[in-house]
């Protein structure tokens, strides 16, 4: 589990191409791996992935074909939004993620609004009936507030600080992003919808 609190922005330096999926060396400079072990959990733009092997200047994962597959960012070299797995004892600034990515939504509009910036996000239409006003979403790893929601679009008002904290000063429309739904949105819909489904 994590909270969507960006502890440091890597970067994935080298792929290496595997039979399905590829191995990614990721430089984590910023981020503490006093306390990391091989078989640990780290989400890169919100995806949960085990490392393998620590490197001098960050670790290694392998993503498997499946990966590649429903998320954006992991097969190109650049910048990725780093947190290490949640603790029992840690602060819980954000909300609850699993890392476990739900979609691939494309940004509309990122552009600024005073010292601020709006980011509009074209949600995948499966996705959208779990996204709502106010509510929490988790884009490329960070837990973000909706403020409005139109359709599959939803928009975010991001401060300087999100910005400077996270790889979002790439984002521009057209740009895919990572997305993961509030788990208690997933978790109301299964309640609600159970002996529902057709057989």
């Known amino acids: 589990m994590f909270t969507g609190i960006i502890q440091a922005v890597g970067k994935i330096?080298?792929?290496?191409?595997?039979?399905?999926?590829?191995?990614?060396?990721?430089?984590?400079?910023?981020?503490?791996?006093?306390?990391?072990?091989?078989?640990?959990?780290?989400?890169?733009?919100?995806?949960?992935?085990?490392?393998?092997?620590?490197?001098?200047?960050?670790y290694k994962v392998e993503v498997s074909r499946e990966t590649l597959n429903c998320t954006a960012g992991l097969d190109e070299i650049g910048e990725v939004n780093l947190e290490k797995a949640l603790r029992l004892s840690d602060r819980l600034g954000g909300h609850?993620?699993?890392?476990?990515?739900?979609?691939?939504?494309?940004?509309?509009?990122f552009a600024p609004v005073g010292e601020s910036h709006e980011l509009v996000i074209r949600a995948p239409r499966a996705l959208a009936r779990y996204i709502a006003h106010k509510g929490s979403i988790t884009v490329d790893g960070v837990s973000l507030t909706v403020n409005w929601v139109k359709d599959a679009d939803f928009s975010i008002n991001l401060?300087?600080?999100?910005?400077?904290?996270?790889?979002?000063?790439?984002?521009?429309?057209?740009?895919?992003?990572?997305?993961?739904?509030?788990?208690?949105?997933?978790?109301?819909?299964?309640?609600?919808?159970?002996?529902?489904?057709?057989?």
Not at 22 to 49: K, P, Q
Not at 173 to 186: F, I, P
């Open 13 to 58: 330096s080298v792929i290496e191409p595997l039979q399905q999926g590829v191995r990614l060396t990721i430089n984590a400079a910023g981020l503490d791996m006093s306390d990391v072990a091989v078989g640990d959990s780290i989400a890169a733009n919100g995806v949960c992935l085990t490392v393998i092997e620590k490197t001098a200047g960050g």
């Open 96 to 109: 609850l993620v699993s890392g476990h990515v739900d979609g691939v939504g494309e940004v509309v509009k």
């Open 159 to 199: 401060i300087p600080h999100t910005i400077e904290a996270t790889n979002f000063k790439r984002l521009c429309a057209g740009k895919k992003v990572n997305l993961e739904v509030d788990l208690v949105a997933r978790y109301l819909e299964r309640m609600l919808n159970y002996g529902k489904e057709k057989e």
